[in-house]
């Protein structure tokens, strides 16, 4: 789109209908697909006209329609408020209005907008309808006399600030509207539509939405993750629900390397859509890093299992102990498979960049490599100190783990903050509660031996210099200040890579040692191989990569179709937390997890968080302010 004739867009009123042109950049224009055009645009923060013979009338009442679909009814005004306006709408376009009903719109649009209980009411449901009245007011008239006016179809998207932060774009304001009304088997089937791994992601997801929540400026942000979790387990709790089976089978054979979250996304997707689907894995179960990288206290095994052998139920063909040596094409053909998918996860640690550490010293172990042998059942004495390099959850992990192993000293060290920690905040409080100790501004420049023996590593001190690539100011070594830190055990954290020795060969990878693929489609270089997860992303979160399994899914679909798959509608550069009208919401306190004693859960591997009742979350979930952002175009 080049030019608007007319935009009210974040309140900024431009007004090109007289002739003078204005860019849509001007206006401060949501821009949607892409750089497709529209006609005109009605959405949450205002109404935008790029053709000025669009036919505005016919845009409210259909933007009107999909906003009644989102009013929860709990509240009359929007509720009956949407129902009058588009009643009078309706009137009017059938020829049947009266001038005085366009004062009428005017009026309940405003009141609408001043007194909803909830931020979709005050702040999205009629603002462009406000709008369009107030300053296409000639428009509305001419259809009072008599004449019939023309309606058809719009192109409809909707979301809103928790859903944009979500990775994995989860309906968030509609499952928690479901826990609200004590529906959690209808609320956990909605999570699944885009989180397989709803018990896995209510524990373990680092919650960007939490972040973007707007009662974030009001008290305190609603508690999402625990709400994803309440579902799923009150679902487990009753007798575990069953996934639904496809509607028809396909006769397509897809092959998945690694049963990770992408994995394990992809399959589960596929198989409802009828394919058969086989995944090969090198471990001994499933679930990738969430199995093998995120202990007990954190993520109960049982909780993956159960969520892993819902997907085998599906029909997906899980093979475990079958690492894939070579990616050989010709032999995956000759079994049938229509279409690989790539989705290895990052379990090779990263290299410090230190002396020594490449020596092989017994009692020097990769974070990663740590926790799957912890995962696996691998006998660790523990002994002395323990010295864990890192920042992040990982570092985290280790050193709570270590704790609980019976470590009396552990310590982690960290070339920066706190403030600069990767880590999740509650995840640094916890262990902090639990005796673990960190020194920050320092990094490790040689491992110390004994012989064979790690015995410790000797460190600079750091400062903190200009802000790097992530933002963060970077570490700058402090000539002359080296020093000594002994110990037992040094466990290096400080990141993760994927092993893509089996692939390289044929498969194209980027400088950073990741898959290339076409970033709308996910696939690579090679005819029907797809790639997604962390060996695309590099080290990516949970729900990161449970996105990568979705988007893969809906890319293979299309091209065993023979068709191109069609992108979901991009927010990206759009401020969906913008909005006119503020309204006043009253403050309520959020509902709280109890967490076990640190001196109770330092002795073991028990979950360290318990879960919300039934009745806590429907209370939580009453807090949810319904910030759907709603947009109608042509």
């Known amino acids: 789109m080049s030019a608007v004739s007319f935009s009210s867009w974040n309140g900024k009123i431009i007004d090109n209908r007289t002739g003078k042109a204005a860019k849509a950049a001007d206006a401060g224009v949501p821009k949607m697909l892409g750089d497709k055009s529209f006609t005109a645009l009605f959405g949450w923060n205002g109404m935008v006209v790029a053709d000025a013979a669009a036919n505005v009338p016919s845009l409210a009442l259909a933007y009107l329609k999909e906003a009644r679909k989102l009013s929860c009814g709990e509240c009359s005004v929007c509720s009956i408020g949407i129902d009058r306006l588009t009643g009078l709408l309706e009137g009017l376009i059938a020829g049947k209005g009266k001038k005085q009903d366009i004062a009428e719109i005017e009026r309940i649009a ?120 309440a579902a799923a387990d009150s679902d487990l709790a009753a007798g ?104 290895v996860g990052a379990h090779e640690g990263t290299k410090m960049g230190c002396k020594g550490e ?33 920042g992040g959850n990982v570092a985290m992990d280790c050193a709570r783990s270590c704790a609980r192993l019976g470590f009396k000293d552990v310590e982690i060290l960290y070339r920066r903050t706190r403030k600069e920690m990767p880590a999740r905040a509650e995840e640094v409080d916890e262990a902090l509660e639990e005796g673990i100790k960190i020194r920050y501004l320092v990094a490790p420049v040689s491992v110390l031996a004994d012989g064979n023996k790690a015995k410790g590593v000797e460190c600079i001190r750091m400062k903190l210099g200009e802000p790097d690539s992530s933002g963060r100011r970077r570490p700058v070594p402090v000539k002359g200040s080296e020093f000594k830190v002994k110990a037992d055990l040094v466990i290096p954290a400080i990141g993760q890579k994927p092993d893509l020795g089996f692939a390289k060969e ?34 990516a979160t949970l729900i990161e990569a449970l996105d990568a399994g979705n988007r893969v899914a809906r890319s293979i679909d299309a091209y065993l179709q023979g068709r191109t798959a069609e992108p979901e509608v991009s927010f990206k550069g759009i401020d969906v937390k913008a909005q006119r009208t503020e309204g006043f919401i009253d403050t309520c306190p959020q509902e709280k997890a109890s967490l076990l004693d640190p001196k109770v859960r330092v002795k073991n591997f028990a979950e360290v968080e318990g879960p919300f009742s039934n009745i806590a979350a429907m209370k939580e979930a009453n807090r949810c302010l319904r910030c759907y952002r709603l947009v109608v175009w042509e």
């Open 240 to 343: 575990a629900s069953a996934l639904k089976k496809p509607a028809a089978e396909r006769p397509e054979k897809v092959a998945i390397v690694g049963a990770g979250p992408a994995g394990l996304a992809a399959a589960y997707h596929l198989r409802r859509m009828g394919y058969q689907v086989t995944v090969f894995e090198a471990l001994p179960k499933g679930g990738g890093m969430a199995a093998v990288g995120i202990p007990d206290y954190r993520l109960p095994k049982n909780i993956l299992e159960h969520e892993v052998e819902l997907i085998r139920n599906l029909g997906a063909d899980i093979q475990y102990n079958r690492k894939v040596s070579k990616l050989d094409m010709d032999e995956l053909t000759a079994q049938g498979f229509k279409a690989i998918f790539l989705s």
């Open 110 to 229: 405003k009141g609408v907008m001043e007194l909803s209980k909830c931020n979709f009411g005050r702040a999205s449901a009629v603002t462009p309808v406000f709008d369009a009245v107030r300053y296409y007011k000639d428009d509305f008239l001419a259809l009072t006399s008599g004449k019939k006016g023309t309606t058809r179809p719009y192109k409809v998207a909707v979301t809103a600030p928790c859903l944009e932060a979500c990775p994995a774009r989860l309906d968030i304001p509609g499952y928690i509207e479901l826990i609200r009304n004590n529906k959690f088997g209808e609320s956990l089937d909605l999570i699944r539509r885009r989180c397989i791994l709803p018990g896995v992601i209510g524990r373990s997801c680092t919650h960007p939405c939490e972040e973007a929540c707007v009662r974030n400026g009001i008290d305190k942000t609603l508690a999402i993750r625990l709400l994803k979790r």
């Open 358 to 390: 490449d020596a092989g010293y017994e009692g020097f172990i990769d974070g990663a490599v740590f926790l799957r042998e912890l995962a696996l059942g691998k006998p660790l004495e523990p002994k002395g100190k323990v010295v864990i390099v890192g």
């Open 506 to 539: 044929v498969i194209q990878v980027t400088g950073w040692g990741t898959v290339e693929v076409n970033p709308e489609t996910l696939r690579t270089n090679l005819e029907g191989v797809f790639a997604g997860g962390d060996c695309v992303s590099g080290p």
